[in-house]
């Protein structure tokens, strides 16, 4: 009975922190930028592309519109002060996994991973939450069916693409194409270095 | 809870479930994953992405010559030296000095303030000083001491410093120089020439205590020709004498061990044999015998053989090499000298000291050497330094010489440093730093400038005004290019031509009383300059596998004549000092000689620099940086110095000679079609991805430097552990090089063998894991899962290489 209430409480949202929206010092809206404006996720984030860490935007990034836009909504207050005074904004992370687990983005993002899959539906999100529980078990879904989750590389960033009614077939074609091998990604060396 | 006052406590089954139910319910009172937060830049530098690395040509010297390397550099932190394959002395490839420096930039013993008597001082005030010095000597009174100095923005401080104070006295000095070298140029040639010979174009070589493929600045260039002749199936035939063994030696496929003094006369068999007419050879059979086989060898291939003399040699050797090589046509090119400094580091040395027991020097300006440190004892340098009223030592240390000097001032490390430098064969090449300055340093540039006052003083304009009139039109392209490639084209100096070698005479063998002590630069610390780098204390010799100090080698007959096995401690005591040390017998090494090191020891550092390990030699004999000192006496000591080290047993015999295999070329021809069925195996088959990885260490071409075991330190985060703990036998060293020594061919031969894990495929390591940390995975590699690991270390226990190693305190 111990057992089964620890499984229950483990995979909860309470213990996953799966649709947690956390305060953030400024109240982006994913919503506004992508949403309405359209901008891409690599317009900010820039290493999603490059490297390991996606990265959140630098204050200068901010700036690159808010210098001429909306100069001085109150809203933005902190951005602003933050380039005055040459400090960062300590933004709350939303998305995170344990320090023993090594996640590179760029190979996600390379291998036909879209953001919405992970990220869900930012273009609703007013604040940022963390759509999926990011449990090594809700990874190895994909791990080990790659094909039910990839899609196209330039549909990657597109966050209205949905999975089509053949994904298995379009998956599985992908996944040769893509050369993903199946096998390799449940090593636990792709992970846990 | 049950109550814990009844006086029976009974814990049935519900009790037990309640207990479990509220340590459950307890354990999840906090159970999500902490809060993080995620800082980015304000204003992120251009062109990084964070977390990935990018790379920056810069130039690392060594014993004053540049050698061109590429830093790796994650989030403005450099974190690993590798090599630039566009530098003709990288190639591609680093050393180990080249890798440990990464340490050295991090070093917490590094200075990091001015210090004025011991006080913590500031620059400025530092200045305000040197003003008033300035003002009250004459030029002639300031003397500027200095490592070799061929760096042209260096060069145009010191003539500025000179422009200053008109007849400043220069000292330059290199404990490891080419003295011998260059004098026996100046024998031959009449002139300051150095030989660089073009080691892929030679079929036969005969090093007379030379060690082109140990140590040094040129050691890369000279590897890569070597290696790739290895593997080409055109393999060289390497003939060495030596005294005690080198990685020369071991490389050898023809070696002789012979006393230094009579190591000439194998120089002297084989000019004879050209018609040299110098008298007869003093050897012994079996050393006439090797030598005339070697004279038959050289003279058998005509224009593809050299003889090449090390610096334990005299210049009259040095000149009769020459001569050799020019009746040989072997495939030397001469280039000029580029040092504008004609004498050489020994008559420096001595002329610094001679000046300042005269009382000649006011002001005495030391830029990164150690003169207290490598001075002999006789010459009374600490006094010396002492008495001078002005005194400043700019260093990355406050080692022997920063304590006797007044001023002991910090300076900025390589990789935080903007310069330049040149190799040995004159390729210029910029130094560009990894990371801003970590202290507030200086670098000898600034230094200089700082001194002569210049109008500009930061190290970036000082060499942008170097090298501006070498670009014709746009600098600005001209500099970025050479900083992207970390070469200046057109640098490289041509070589000349030159007329016959002037055949001199060689001096009959000199006798020795006593024994002879061999000295050479330490294989992990260099002149001392790398003692408290930790990776390189702790990177086990070549040879005695020793870490963490300086051992004395011994022939085994006169170990055997005192009484002494490896490990015991002797004293040598040379005109009345004595040196303790423990002893190490090498087979193979010449009766009468005690080999050893330069570097360690540096007891006298106020900040012990690298623990004050192993001791100090340099300061025996009456000539600085002695590289055979004679009359030595040896006996069993009364002290016990430990001896630490990664590998005891190194001599291979009977069925262990497996370990090690060493065949001569035919005996290679005839096994190579021999396969080797695979025994059967209950272990499970790993399964196989798309692809494999796999590393082969061609034991062959291994010279045995260590570069990869401090490479391997670098870019794995490998701990170093300490000297208590090696000689508890828990070294960390995720790639070790064996070292064996095993007959073959009637001779002893000695070898390196790295082993890394191995990688295999079959692994006996991970059936014996509980919780199946060690897994193979698809590409064939037998991978680690770290959080998985309990710490058993049965698969340590099975391990048949013995590599695995649990560092408990990640």
């Known amino acids: ?193 | 809870m049950p109550s814990l006052t009844t006086d029976r406590m009974t814990v049935d089954r519900r009790v037990a479930l309640k207990l479990l139910a509220s340590a459950v319910a307890a354990t999840m009172a906090r159970c999500s994953p902490p809060d993080e937060e995620i800082v980015p830049y304000v204003d992120m530098p251009e062109g990084l992405v964070a977390g990935e690395s990018m790379r920056f040509a810069t130039t690392l010297s060594l014993s004053g010559y540049g050698r061109g390397f590429l830093g790796i550099s994650v989030d403005g932190r450099p974190i690993k030296i590798e090599g630039n394959p566009r530098h003709p002395f990288s190639l591609g490839a680093t050393d180990i000095f080249a890798e440990a420096e990464v340490l050295s930039l991090y070093d917490p013993g590094r200075s990091s303030a001015a210090l004025r008597d011991g006080q913590i001082a500031n620059w400025d005030d530092f200045a305000t000083d040197w003003e008033r010095v300035g003002d009250a000597t004459a030029g002639s009174a300031i003397a500027l001491v200095t490592g070799r100095i061929v760096s042209p923005t260096m060069l145009a401080r010191i003539d500025a410093l000179k422009a200053r104070f008109p007849g400043l006295r220069w000292y330059r000095y290199e404990p490891v120089s080419d003295d011998a070298a260059r004098a026996g140029a100046q024998l031959a040639y009449g002139r300051l020439v150095t030989a660089m010979p073009r080691w892929a174009e030679f079929d036969v070589v005969l090093a007379l205590d030379a060690d082109p493929l140990g140590h040094g600045p040129g050691q890369l260039h000279t590897a890569r020709a070597f290696s790739s002749r290895r593997g080409s199936g055109h393999r060289q035939e390497i003939h060495v004498v030596e005294p005690a063994w080198t990685l020369t030696g071991a490389a050898a496929d023809f070696r002789l061990a012979l006393a230094p003094q009579l190591i000439g006369e194998v120089g002297r068999l084989i000019a004879n044999g050209l018609g040299a007419n110098l008298g007869e050879a003093q050897l012994s059979e079996t050393s006439r015998a090797f030598a005339e086989q070697v004279s038959r060898k050289l003279l058998a291939a005509p224009e593809r053989a050299v003889v090449l003399a090390g610096e334990g040699q005299p210049a009259e050797l040095h000149a009769l090499c020459h001569w050799i090589n020019g009746r040989l046509r072997a495939p030397v090119d001469y280039l000029p000298s580029f040092d504008p400094i004609d004498t050489s580091s020994r008559d420096q040395f001595l002329a610094l000291a001679e000046d300042l027991r005269a009382r000649n020097i006011l002001a005495l300006i030391i830029v990164d050497v150690n003169p207290v440190y490598d001075s002999p004892d006789s010459l009374n340098m600490v006094d010396a330094v002492r008495s001078v009223p002005f005194s400043a030592h700019l260093g990355l240390y406050r080692d022997e010489t920063g304590q006797c000097c007044h001023w002991h001032l910090p300076a900025t490390h390589p990789l935080e440093s903007w310069g330049d430098a040149r190799a040995l064969d004159g390729t210029a090449s910029l130094v560009q730093p990894l990371i801003q300055r970590l202290h507030d340093t200086r670098t000898h540039d600034e230094f200089l400038a700082l001194l002569a006052n210049e109008p500009a003083k930061d190290a970036y304009d000082l060499t942008r005004a170097t090298w501006r009139p070498m670009a014709a039109a746009d600098f600005d392209m001209w500099w970025r290019t050479a900083l992207h490639d970390g070469v200046i084209a057109g640098t490289t100096v041509t070589p000349v031509t030159i007329s016959a070698a002037q055949l001199s005479r060689l001096p009959e063998p000199s006798s020795a009383s006593g024994l002879t002590l061999v000295l050479s630069p330490d294989p992990a610390v260099w002149d001392g300059r790398f003692a408290n780098n930790a990776w390189l204390q702790e990177c086990p010799s070549p040879f005695t596998k020793q870490v963490w100090g300086n051992c004395i080698r011994l022939a085994p007959g006169d170990a055997a004549k005192l009484g002494i096995a490896d490990e015991d401690t002797v004293d040598i005591e040379l005109d009345g000092v004595t040196i303790s040390a423990p002893a190490i017998v090498m087979e193979g090494q010449v009766e009468g000689t005690a080999a050893s090191s330069w570097g360690q020891g540096h007891h006298a550092a106020d900040n012990l620099l690298g623990g004050g390990a192993g001791e100090r030699y340099c300061g025996l004999g009456s000539q600085p940086f002695p590289r055979v000192l004679n009359g030595a006496q040896l006996r069993k000591s009364a002290k016990v110095i430990p001896f630490r080290s990664t590998q005891s047993h190194t001599r291979l015999s009977g069925p262990a000679e497996e370990l090690f295999q060493i065949a001569t070329l035919a005996e290679l021809a005839k096994t190579r079609s021999q396969t080797e069925a695979l025994p059967p195996s209950l272990l499970e088959v790993p399964p196989k991805g798309e692809y494999a990885w796999a590393m082969v260490v061609d034991s062959d071409a291994c010279i045995g430097c260590n570069a990869c075991v401090v490479a391997c330190q670098a870019e794995n985060n490998v701990p170093i552990v300490g000297p208590e703990e090696i000689s508890q036998g828990r070294d960390m060293h995720w790639l070790r090089v064996d070292g064996y020594a095993r007959p073959q061919g009637g001779v002893m031969r000695r070898g390196f063998q790295p082993v890394p894990c191995m990688h295999c495929e079959l692994a006996p390591c991970e059936p014996v894991c509980p919780v199946e940390a060690s897994v193979h995975d698809h590409e064939g590699l037998n991978v680690q899962v770290y959080n998985r690991c309990i710490g058993t270390r049965f698969c340590e226990a099975n391990c048949p290489y013995k590599v695995r190693r649990f560092n408990w305190f990640a």
């Open chain 1, 1 to 193: 009975m111990g057992a089964a209430l620890t499984y229950l409480i483990w995979k909860s949202p309470y213990a996953t922190n799966q649709w947690l929206t956390r305060g953030q010092p400024v109240a982006f809206s994913h919503a506004h930028h992508v949403g309405d404006l359209g901008l891409d996720c690599r317009m900010c984030h820039i290493g999603a592309e490059k490297a390991a860490f996606a990265g959140i935007p630098s204050t200068h990034i901010c700036m690159t519109c808010h210098s001429q836009i909306w100069t001085n909504a109150a809203m933005l207050a902190p951005v602003r002060e933050s380039l005055k005074t040459r400090m960062p904004l300590h933004w709350q992370r939303v998305n995170r996994l344990p320090d023993y687990v090594f996640f590179d983005h760029s190979v996600h993002v390379a291998n036909g991973v879209g953001c919405s899959t992970c990220h869900g539906p930012v273009q609703d999100m007013a604040l940022m939450r963390q759509q999926e529980p990011l449990t090594m078990g809700w990874c190895l879904q994909c791990h080990r069916h790659p094909e039910r989750y990839v899609r196209p590389k330039d549909r990657v960033f597109d966050m209205a693409w949905r999975a089509p009614d053949d994904q298995a077939a379009q998956g599985y074609r992908l996944v040769k194409e893509y050369h993903i091998d199946a096998g390799h990604l449940t090593d636990c060396s792709i992970c846990h270095r």
